[in-house]
């Protein structure tokens, strides 16, 4: 039987795209998962202390004979050691050490696969058959990380990796001058999931005034706040109901999202809960700034607002544009703000696939191709990828 060794987020902790992918091959493949620490500077501040204490937890936890009864069939967690700093090339050497130290019996004829820079310095240390990058990101341009560190890291990991899987075109052809065999594999969706809530709509959104405009995911500064702020001040200024809701982990935010009383930071959510999210909302908003890190980026969470049939407002994003016939794109703040109020307001003028002069309407558009988009085929063509000339 084939192994894997992967390097990802948490396992479980949210469900990233390789968690996908590993969960679709898990019948068949034996998975080492590996819980890394992340990326992130430590600072002093809640968002570090709260993950620095969970990681010790895990850290504890470890040792518990009943943690592999948790876990999906085939199925192997490991959380190792590592020091939190990675800036200095004796970070990382440390880290090196603590790693292949850890995880040299896991790794032994297994085929690694890694979807974070951090672990470009295992290469060689590890005795594993071959590396595979799953790029699912720049990190190099991430608000809050070390940017000459994650380029640094990324570089020494593209050259020595044997393949590398990106998940949008700019990714891959950003590293096509880097490497020979570069691949381009988008994010896939569980259309049911999101078409049929399973659980009761969360708590934090019982009492909000309606309609909402909902958005789940990280709230960071990849968002453009002065969007965001535009709409909540037109819902003010016309008198009008309504909330804007941001579900998701905040990391360094622009403040005045927190403060606005139009707009509702309600931290993160269970994944299980975010369908019945969805279907409590009148519009789905996915307002990125245009920067390098979102130009570059395929987010998770498009497909997903598509899968529930509800209207979707979205930037004008590379990784948007190939479904701009699904939703609404819009390219600047007056555009979003009317785009957003008509579907709250309930005058879908804008948008309203009733009216589209397209033989199949938006929604049947939707469902048409989101068919062909199901995390099952996606993990197919990626084992296809990990495991030729394994």
Not at 20 to 27: A, D, Y
């Amino acid at each position: 039987m084939n192994r894997l060794l992967v390097f990802s987020d948490d396992w479980g902790r949210h469900p990233s795209s390789c968690q996908h992918l590993i969960s679709q091959l898990l019948p068949t493949i034996e998975v080492t998962w590996v819980n890394t620490i992340g990326m992130r500077p430590p600072r002093l501040d809640r968002l570090t202390l709260s993950r620095g204490a969970g990681k010790l937890r895990e850290w504890a936890a470890m040792h518990r004979e009943d943690t592999a009864a948790e876990l999906p069939t085939n199925l192997t967690l490991r959380s190792p050691r590592m020091w939190p700093w990675m800036s200095h090339r004796w970070d990382r050497a440390l880290n090196a050490r603590l790693l292949s130290r850890q995880l040299h019996d896991d790794a032994q004829d297994a085929i690694a696969i890694t979807t974070i820079p951090i672990t470009a310095d295992l290469i060689g240390r590890l005795p594993v058959r071959r590396w595979v990058y799953y790029c699912v990101d720049d990190f190099s341009v991430w608000p809050g990380l070390s940017a000459a560190a994650m380029r640094e890291m990324e570089q020494t990991l593209i050259a020595g990796v044997d393949r590398v899987v990106a998940v949008s075109d700019p990714l891959a052809a950003a590293i096509r001058p880097r490497h020979a065999h570069v691949s381009v594999l988008t994010h896939g969706v569980d259309s049911s999931f999101w078409a049929h809530p399973t659980c009761a709509p969360p708590a934090a959104i019982e009492h909000l005034p309606t309609p909402l405009a909902v958005f789940w995911g990280v709230v960071d500064r990849r968002m453009n706040a002065d969007w965001v702020l535009g709409l909540a001040d037109a819902l003010r200024d016309r008198g009008a109901a309504g909330t804007i809701v941001l579900a998701g982990p905040q990391q360094d935010p622009d403040p005045r999202l927190l403060t606005h009383p139009r707009i509702a930071a309600i931290g993160p959510l269970a994944f299980e809960q975010l369908p019945a999210l969805a279907q409590a909302a009148r519009v789905l908003i996915m307002p990125y700034a245009d920067l390098p890190v979102t130009r570059a980026m395929q987010p998770l969470k498009l497909k997903e607002y598509l899968a529930t049939m509800l209207p979707v407002v979205a930037a004008d994003l590379p990784a948007v544009v190939p479904w701009q016939d699904c939703l609404k794109m819009v390219d600047d703040e007056a555009s979003f703000v009317a785009a957003t109020l008509d579907w709250m307001m309930g005058n879908e003028q804008t948008g309203d696939a009733s009216r589209d002069s397209d033989p199949l309407t938006q929604l049947d558009r939707r469902r048409q191709r989101l068919a062909s988009e199901d995390w099952q085929s996606k993990a197919e063509r990626f084992g296809e990828y990990v495991f030729a000339s394994a």
